[in-house]
Protein backbone atom coordinates (compact mmCIF):
# COMPACT_ATOMS: atom_id res chain seq x y z
CA UNK A 1 0.00 0.00 0.00
CA UNK A 2 1.39 3.57 -1.06
CA UNK A 3 1.67 6.07 1.08
CA UNK A 4 2.47 10.06 0.95
CA UNK A 5 2.40 11.80 5.04
CA UNK A 6 2.87 14.98 5.52
CA UNK A 7 4.02 16.52 8.55
CA UNK A 8 5.41 20.16 9.22
CA UNK A 9 2.65 22.39 8.42
CA UNK A 10 1.65 25.58 11.22
CA UNK A 11 0.96 29.03 11.04
CA UNK A 12 3.87 31.28 10.90
CA UNK A 13 4.99 34.99 10.95
CA UNK A 14 5.78 36.82 7.29
CA UNK A 15 9.22 36.60 7.09
CA UNK A 16 9.82 33.49 8.69
CA UNK A 17 10.30 29.71 7.93
CA UNK A 18 8.86 26.11 7.87
CA UNK A 19 10.22 22.54 6.53
CA UNK A 20 7.73 20.44 5.55
CA UNK A 21 8.44 16.37 5.04
CA UNK A 22 6.41 13.74 3.36
CA UNK A 23 7.16 10.20 4.14
CA UNK A 24 7.08 8.22 1.52
CA UNK A 25 6.38 4.22 1.30
CA UNK A 26 5.22 1.31 -0.45
CA UNK A 27 7.42 3.18 -3.38
CA UNK A 28 10.13 2.17 -5.42
CA UNK A 29 11.75 5.95 -5.08
CA UNK A 30 13.73 6.03 -7.61
CA UNK A 31 11.30 5.16 -10.45
CA UNK A 32 9.35 8.60 -8.90
CA UNK A 33 9.60 12.30 -9.49
CA UNK A 34 8.48 13.71 -6.44
CA UNK A 35 7.22 16.75 -5.68
CA UNK A 36 5.15 19.46 -3.89
CA UNK A 37 1.89 21.59 -4.84
CA UNK A 38 -0.48 23.88 -3.05
CA UNK A 39 -3.49 25.15 -3.17
CA UNK A 40 -4.48 28.02 -1.36
CA UNK A 41 -8.59 29.07 -0.52
CA UNK A 42 -10.73 29.90 -3.59
CA UNK A 43 -7.51 29.35 -6.17
CA UNK A 44 -6.23 26.03 -8.24
CA UNK A 45 -3.71 23.94 -6.82
CA UNK A 46 -0.47 25.19 -8.24
CA UNK A 47 2.97 23.05 -8.57
CA UNK A 48 5.89 24.58 -5.89
CA UNK A 49 8.67 22.47 -6.53
CA UNK A 50 9.94 19.08 -8.20
CA UNK A 51 12.77 16.21 -7.41
CA UNK A 52 13.67 13.22 -9.42
CA UNK A 53 14.61 10.97 -6.88
CA UNK A 54 17.04 8.41 -8.63
CA UNK A 55 19.40 12.13 -9.99
CA UNK A 56 18.00 14.89 -7.45
CA UNK A 57 17.46 17.09 -10.33
CA UNK A 58 15.30 20.24 -9.12
CA UNK A 59 12.63 22.10 -10.36
CA UNK A 60 10.64 24.92 -9.05
CA UNK A 61 7.94 27.87 -9.41
CA UNK A 62 8.67 31.29 -10.26
CA UNK A 63 7.12 32.59 -7.35
CA UNK A 64 9.14 30.43 -4.88
CA UNK A 65 12.89 30.51 -6.36
CA UNK A 66 15.65 31.33 -4.03
CA UNK A 67 13.14 30.95 -1.05
CA UNK A 68 12.23 27.22 -0.98
CA UNK A 69 14.69 24.08 -1.47
CA UNK A 70 13.48 20.71 -2.21
CA UNK A 71 15.20 17.57 -0.92
CA UNK A 72 15.10 13.89 -0.41
CA UNK A 73 16.57 12.06 1.80
CA UNK A 74 17.22 8.59 0.61
CA UNK A 75 18.27 6.37 3.98
CA UNK A 76 14.20 7.89 5.51
CA UNK A 77 12.17 8.02 2.35
CA UNK A 78 11.30 11.24 2.79
CA UNK A 79 11.23 14.30 0.85
CA UNK A 80 11.58 17.29 2.40
CA UNK A 81 10.69 21.32 1.38
CA UNK A 82 12.86 24.28 3.56
CA UNK A 83 10.29 27.56 3.17
CA UNK A 84 11.87 30.59 3.98
CA UNK A 85 11.43 34.23 3.79
CA UNK A 86 7.72 33.60 3.50
CA UNK A 87 4.62 35.69 2.33
CA UNK A 88 0.78 35.90 3.55
CA UNK A 89 0.84 34.61 -0.53
CA UNK A 90 2.59 31.42 0.21
CA UNK A 91 -0.90 30.36 2.72
CA UNK A 92 -2.94 27.27 1.51
CA UNK A 93 -2.39 23.45 2.02
CA UNK A 94 0.51 21.83 0.55
CA UNK A 95 0.35 18.27 -1.07
CA UNK A 96 3.26 15.97 -1.67
CA UNK A 97 3.24 13.95 -4.71
CA UNK A 98 4.35 11.22 -6.68
CA UNK A 99 5.01 10.53 -10.44
CA UNK A 100 6.38 7.83 -11.91
CA UNK A 101 8.35 8.95 -14.10
CA UNK A 102 12.42 9.98 -13.83
CA UNK A 103 12.11 14.17 -14.25
CA UNK A 104 12.72 16.84 -12.36
CA UNK A 105 9.48 19.06 -13.37
CA UNK A 106 6.47 16.72 -11.77
CA UNK A 107 3.40 17.13 -13.66
CA UNK A 108 -0.46 17.61 -12.30
CA UNK A 109 -2.25 15.41 -14.93
CA UNK A 110 0.42 12.42 -14.48
CA UNK A 111 0.17 12.54 -10.34
CA UNK A 112 0.42 8.77 -9.58
CA UNK A 113 -0.24 9.30 -5.66
CA UNK A 114 -1.23 12.07 -3.51
CA UNK A 115 -0.70 13.25 0.30
CA UNK A 116 -3.29 14.26 2.59
CA UNK A 117 -2.10 17.42 2.51
CA UNK A 118 -0.92 19.69 5.20
CA UNK A 119 -1.82 23.45 6.59
CA UNK A 120 0.62 26.38 6.05
CA UNK A 121 -1.18 29.98 7.14
CA UNK A 122 1.53 32.97 7.11
CA UNK A 123 0.79 35.74 8.79
CA UNK A 124 1.45 39.35 8.00
Known amino acids: QVQLVESGGGLVQAGGSLRLSCAAS????????MGWFRQAPGKERELVAG????????SYADSVKGRFTISRDNAKSTVYLQMNSLKPEDTGVYYC?????????????????WGQGTQVTVSS
Open 26 to 33: GLTLNRYT
Open 51 to 58: ISWIGGGT
Open 97 to 113: AAERAIATRIRESEVDY
